[in-house]
Nanobody
Framework: QVQLVESGGGSVQAGGSLRLSCEAS????????KGWFRQAPVAGREFVAA?????????PYADSVKGRFTISRDNAKNTVYLQMNSLNPEDTALYYC?????????????????WGRGTQVTVSS
């Protein structure tokens, strides 16, 4: 079993920044690839970013966040981060961290085996 705990969400004004963290625990959790997804009110869950546990390579970012968000990892802390800059109200959502056993930084929700409970990000105009 892998446990994922997100933190760092909050309320910011448009143009602001936040850094989300996802701390993983559980046996061999450091070998799992991690991803970030988000779900806005009355919308489906969408891919944001992912990073391979094997190579450190990231998947292509979602078009909506490209150039503004950056995913990174700290293997020593078994933590993945999502740096979010130039936030706008359309980024308002519940942000989830997810993990899967493979080394591929997949954008597909169905590939992920474990999910955190999410951290809320609210951006006001």
């Amino acid at each position: 079993q892998v446990q994922l705990v997100e933190s760092g969400g909050g309320s910011v004004q448009a143009g602001g920044s936040l850094r989300l963290s996802c701390e993983a625990s559980g046996r061999t959790s450091e070998t799992y690839t991690k991803g970030w997804f988000r779900q806005a009110p009355v919308a489906g869950r969408e891919f944001v970013a992912a990073i391979s546990s094997w190579s450190g390579a990231s998947a292509p970012y979602a078009d909506s966040v490209k150039g503004r968000f950056t995913i990174s990892r700290d293997n020593a802390k078994n933590t993945v981060y999502l740096q979010m800059n130039s936030l706008n109200p359309e980024d308002t959502a519940l942000y989830y961290c997810a993990a899967h056993r493979g080394g591929y930084a997949s954008p597909r929700e169905s590939d992920y085996d474990y999910w955190g409970r999410g951290t809320q990000v609210t951006v006001s105009s």
